[in-house]
Every structure is written in structure tokens, then in C-alpha cells.
């Protein structure tokens, strides 16, 4: 998802987080996971949905199907309580023709309760649980960040809507066990609308149904005049909040691409009648940002699908293979125009970091954004010299608050993480420290250490790079990237990220000229241990000074003209 702007996560935000009522709060995704949910695994959910933009209602159904993995009487699903459940069926065993039987539920505070049906279901065994539900959907006050559906309208009045719920979770609109650790191997979306509304989401489409509603009694559907039902498959495991609708009378703008990795998938823009032209420009600095980032960070991950992009009436959003774009076709929203879209690069970095490699719980949340805004970086290097690099890392250094740990090691919520509202918690900086916390990396690896190890972070083992069946996609935690890092440069890197991820206080450079020596001392709170290299200039030649046990000393000469870590590669407290 895009950072907020600073301006506005300050003064807008905070206030209205601190404002937030009991409900609200509870609007997040990845809550403490109660036995009831940790008791299966989804496997994969199938998901139809039919959407009136007229009645800005929605009609349902999912069918998840799970494996029964600890002893439960209960087990939970967790849907809004703007939304109504029709029924629950239930089919306690994996054989498919096995018949669905009404199960008893409560719904109530964000969570469907089906309610002993545990009982009769064998550890190991697959089951099959059918929701039924309705109703008008949480329309997002803020979306992105404060999400849900996007009601909208295009210059002609059409409709124009999208969903948007990383933070709130995808159960704002349809039934999920929405915990960010369990992603099921594969999904359909069948989404209904009025013709000649054209739906844009995650994977391939299938098929067209004219006149048709997914949602009908039938098995399938039914027919119904003037409805259309796009079908979607995803092939690959997916998040949650990356599941997505886009729905206008959209033009598509496509492009069969060649992978680095040797094979061709469809790229799409999905763009709207009146923004063609624009769109054909865009579409290709979407086609040069693929290949790019390919080779940085290994093939596009979920070429069994597509790469899509979808105009949204919001700013964007990372869902899988469906990118949402809402930049109006603006270069950089939140600094100098380097002739790229920079909002496209951040959220399409996230099918690397978020959909490829995603964090197995919210605490690790600068995994996907970190990386992200971090790509930012790398990619303005790539296509306009070093100086653009760090002119993006000093532009982000300002916004870094250091108010809490980037990577706190307790289990926490997607509000928590990114808002800051509670103690302990870091908000915007797992953003922009963590992108400088990168930035500190590549410097102490060194380039022909650093990249190597970013790409065995998205694809640990190189035969990976090959796969499209989703087997790729893996939950990632900090103490892996670091166990990557150690394992790929042999080096002991334990103080770098207890520093810098563990705990929020900068390190201090202090240095000074005795004589023709110059001395440097890193200070650390809790003198902790930090053996930080530091670049030095010296007249006009950079030089790398090693600070084993955090000092470090170089012969400069007398009245030579000394600058300490003058391109500031590393993150440290501001003089
Ligand atoms: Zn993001």
C-alpha cells in the first residue's frame, strides 16, 4: 500500500486513530488468533459475489475448504457485521459429492461462529464449510488506508468501484479466516455486475457469462438478463487483503511479455474509455519496470496468471496479479518526477514483497513496505544514475520517527503496525527506515554481496526462479532475511538487526582529527555492540574504514580536508 502522506499520517490521522471507537478497532486484520480459528488450514476458498452498483448492496457466497488440524467444538470465520449471513452449510468430509447440511452459527462482533462442528471432524481430514451472506459492505471513508468498498464514477457517471482492505481485512466483504499466515493454494473469484460494467481481478480470467448470476440457487449460477459474470482463477496462493474487485466499463490495453525466466504471460492494463492514450503511455513504463525489477529480484512471480493493472478511484494497492492504480497518471506522488510512475513501481514491488514473499505475521509488516520503498530507490538509480538514488534515500530520511522497533518481535495488527497507535508499535517507519535500514545493508555487504542476497530473500533457492505453480510463494520473517544475509556473506550480522529492526534508538557517529589520525566512535544505546564500517572522504577520494568493537582510526595527514560518511550510507542519529 502507498505511505500516507507525512504530512497527513501527522495531523490527520493520528487524532482520528486516538478517536477510533472499541468497534472500529476491531476492524483489523490479524487479531490475536483465537483456538477456534488456528484449529484448520484453508486450502482454497471459491468466492462469488454479485455487486449492485445501484443499490451499493453485495450478495454472496464462499466456499472454503480446510483441513481440521487441532481439537476445536467451534471454529470461526470472520465477516463485518454490516454484512448478513443467510446460512451456513457444512460437509464434514473431502468427497465431493458429499452433500452440504445446515450448520448452526452466530454472527456477532466480526465473527461467524459455526458452532460444534468440530465435533465431528477427524484431525487431518479436509472439510467444506458454504456461507451465504448479503448486504451493504463498509464504504471505505479513507481508502486505501481506511478501507472497504469504493463506490465511484467516472467523467462519463459510470460506475466505477473497487475494493480496498489491507487494513481492515478482506472480511469487511466476504467471509475469510483473516490471519495473514494462512493463504490457501489456490481460489476463484466469479463477480457479477450489470452489462457493460467489465470486472478486473486477482489471476486468469476464465470465461465471460453473459446474462448470468454466480450467485443464483443453481449450482453455477442461474440466468438473469442484464448480468454478467466475469470468472477468475487464481492458480498460486494468495493473501486475503489482496483479493480484489475493479469494476468500471474498462478498455484493456495487453501485451504478451517475455520473462527473464524464459516463458511469456499476459501483461493487461486495465484503463478507463476516457484515459486511453494516457494509459498507452503508462503501459509502457509498466513493461520497463517488469523488466527491471526482474532482474533485480528474479522472475515476476506469478507468471501462471497474469501482471495486471487496474485504474482505481483510490491512490493504489498491492493485490496479486491486479494491481490497483490510482496516480492519475501523475510520475511521483510524493517527490521529484524521475519519467516513471513511481506509485505503479511501489505497489508493483509488492508482488515480490507482500504476494511472493509475505510476511507470516504483521510485526514483520516492513517486509512489504520496506522492501517497496526501497525499490523506489534502486529503481531511480537504474534509470537515472546514483544521484537519483540517493537523492530518493535523503528525501526519505526525513520521515523517519524511530518512535518504536521496525520489527517489534510480539505478534501485532495491521492497524497497530502502521498507524503507531499503541505503544510499541512503529508506523510510518516501516517504510522509511526500513527502506534505510536496506539502504545501511547494501553499504556494510557491499554491492556484490547486496544484491544476491535481496534476490535469495525473494527466491531463497535459485531453482524457485523456475517455478510457476505457486510453490515459490513462502512466509518470511526478519530473523530470515537475516539468516539469508549471514548464510550468503558468512558473516555474523546479529548486531545489525538487533539495532537497528529490535529496538528504535539510532546508533551515534563521533568522530574527530587528532593530529594527521582520524578516530572513529560509534555510540549505541545500551552499548550495544555495532562494528559499522564508515565511508570517510579525504581530499576528493572515498575511502571504507572497518570499526571492529566500534572504533575506527585512519591516517588522513595534517590539515587534510576530512568529511565522515559524506554520501550517508548509514542510518544513524542526525548531527
Ligand atoms: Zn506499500
Known sequence: ???????????????????????????TSGRAQPKEEACYDVQRYDLAVRVDPAERRITGRVEMTARWTAASDDFVLDLDD??????????????????????????????????????????????????????????????????????????????WIATANQMQGADLWWPVKDQPDDEPASMSIRVTVPRPLVVASNGRLEEVLEDHDCTADEPGGAKSRGWRTYAWRVSTPINAYGVA???????????????????????TYWVLPENVDKGKVLFEDILAQMRQLENLYGPY???????????????????????????????????????????????????????????ANWNDFWIHEGFASYTQALYAERVKGTPAY???????????????????????????????????SPGGDIYYK???????????????????????????????EKLTDGSACRFATTDELRSIAEQHTGLDLGWFFELYLRQPELPTLESSVKGDELEIAWKTPGNRPFPMPVEVRVGSELRRVECPGGRGTLFVGRGAKVAVDPRDWVLRTKE
Open 301 to 359: 512471480p506469478f507468471r501462471a496468471d497474469k501482471y495486471g493493472v487496474a485504474e482505481t478511484p483510490h491512490l493504489g494497492m498491492e493485490h496479486q496479479s491486479i494491481i490497483a492504480y490510482g496516480n492519475q497518471y501523475h510520475g511521483n506522488p510524493w517527490g521529484e518526477d524521475y519519467g516513471f510512475d513511481m506509485l505503479h513501481l511501489h505497489e508493483f514491488a509488492h508482488e515480490w514483497w507482500a504476494n511472493l514473499v509475505t510476511c
Open 434 to 464: 526500513g527502506a534505510w535500514i536496506l539502504h545501511s545493508l547494501r553499504w556494510l555487504l557491499g554491492d556484490e554481496q547486496f544484491f544476491p542476497v535481496l534476490r535469495r530473500m525473494a527466491y531463497p533457492d535459485p531453482a524457485g
Open 245 to 267: 474487485l475493479n469494476i468500471a466499463p474498462y478498455e484493456t490495453i495487453t501485451r504478451e511479455y517475455e520473462s527473464v525466466a524464459g516463458d511469456t504471460f499476459p501483461v
Open 390 to 424: 540517493f537523492s530518493e534515500m535523503a528525501a526519505m530520511r526525513g520521515g523517519i520517527q524511530n518512535r518504536a522497533a521496525v520489527a517489534p518481535r510480539e505478534k501485532r495488527s495491521t492497524a497497530e503496525m502502521y498507524f503507531g497507535d499503541r505503544d510499541g
Open 82 to 159: 454490516r454484512l448478513e449471513v443467510r446460512s451456513v452449510e457444512l460437509r464434514a468430509s473431502d468427497a465431493k459429492d458429499t452433500a452440504f447440511a445446515p450448520a448452526s452459527f452466530q454472527h456477532h462482533r466480526g465473527e461467524i461462529r459455526i458452532m460444534r462442528a468440530g465435533r465431528d471432524l477427524a484431525i487431518g481430514s479436509d472439510f467444506a464449510v458454504r456461507v451465504e451472506y448479503g448486504g451493504k459492505p463498509r464504504e471505505a471513508p479513507n481508502p486505501p488506508w481506511d478501507g472497504g468498498f469504493v463506490w465511484s464514477k467516472t467523467a462519463s457517471g459510470a460506475p
Open 1 to 27: 500500500m502507498p505511505v500516507l502522506p507525512a504530512v497527513f499520517l501527522l495531523l490527520a490521522l493520528a487524532p482520528a486513530a486516538l478517536q477510533r471507537k472499541d468497534k472500529e478497532l476491531e476492524l
